[in-house]
T-cell receptor, first 115, second 113 residues
Framework: EAGVAQSPRYKIIEKRQSVAFWCNPISGHATLYWYQQILGQGPKLLIQFQNNGVVDDSQLPKDRFSAERLKGVDSTLKIQPAKLEDSAVYLC?????????????FGPGTRLTVT | GENVEQHPSTLSVQEGDSAVIKCTYSDSASNYFPWYKQELGKRPQLIIDIRSNVGEKKDQRIAVTLNKTAKHFSLHITETQPEDSAVYFCAASMSGSARQLTFGSGTQLTVLP
């Protein structure tokens, strides 16, 4: 099966600019996650969707970050305006919601550099 | 919320030796504990996981142990090889619809030839 797809792979922007990331999960996976991974740290959950509804966005900085998952498939994460501390890899992951599977499958990530 | 602490942050071993990475978690409701391997510039990949109804699980050279009373779990890699060099992350999750993962801070494992 095809894995989780993300684009772009790399992005360099100046502070105060805006940026958007795209994620296409594994077909049939109802749950989608966005993580922020700062260099040298573990991934930190930003937002979780189940189908097109938000399950948890408690760690999403809502003054500058937004995310949507229209039609319960693809998702976009936006940052506006970006700050220097937003430099990180943004990982998308998906998981089937039914059954005993807890495994999350990660995409390759988007490396964001804010200058 | 859940808090996962991982140590050591770096670990160097000679090829063929064993490596052990330890994690502690704070929320006694957590019941799923995966370990991910992340090579430089690559995505995290699940290498082994354990659920709270099991104390130990093995898969070839990799094993994970869980002590629910003490709220800690460990990754054991035997007969290490240079290709085992990577960053390893532990994580914890609770059951239910959320199944969110809280990750540790990672261990950079270097296997010296």
């Amino acid at each position: 099966e095809a894995g989780v797809a993300q684009s772009p792979r790399y992005k360099i922007i100046e502070k105060r600019q805006s940026v958007a990331f795209w994620c296409n999960p594994i077909s049939g996976h109802a749950t989608l996650y966005w993580y922020q991974q700062i260099l040298g740290q573990g991934p930190k959950l930003l937002i979780q969707f189940q189908n097109n509804g938000v399950v948890d966005d408690s760690q999403l900085p809502k003054d500058r970050f937004s995310a949507e998952r229209l039609k319960g498939v693809d998702s976009t994460l936006k940052i506006q305006p970006a700050k220097l501390e937003d430099s990180a890899v943004y990982l998308c992951a998906s998981s089937p919601v039914q059954g005993r599977s807890y495994e999350q499958y990660f995409g390759p990530g988007t490396r964001l550099t804010v200058t | 919320g859940e808090n996962v602490e991982q140590h050591p942050s770096t670990l160097s071993v000679q090829e063929g030796d064993s490596a052990v990475i330890k994690c502690t978690y704070s929320d006694s409701a957590s019941n799923y504990f995966p370990w991910y391997k992340q090579e430089l510039g690559k995505r995290p990949q699940l290498i082994i996981d354990i659920r709270s109804n099991v104390g130990e699980k093995k898969d070839q050279r990799i094993a994970v142990t869980l002590n629910k009373t003490a709220k800690h779990f460990s990754l054991h890699i035997t007969e290490t090889q240079p290709e085992d060099s990577a960053v390893y992350f532990c994580a914890a999750s609770m059951s239910g619809s959320a199944r969110q993962l809280t990750f540790g801070s990672g261990t950079q494992l270097t296997v010296l030839p």
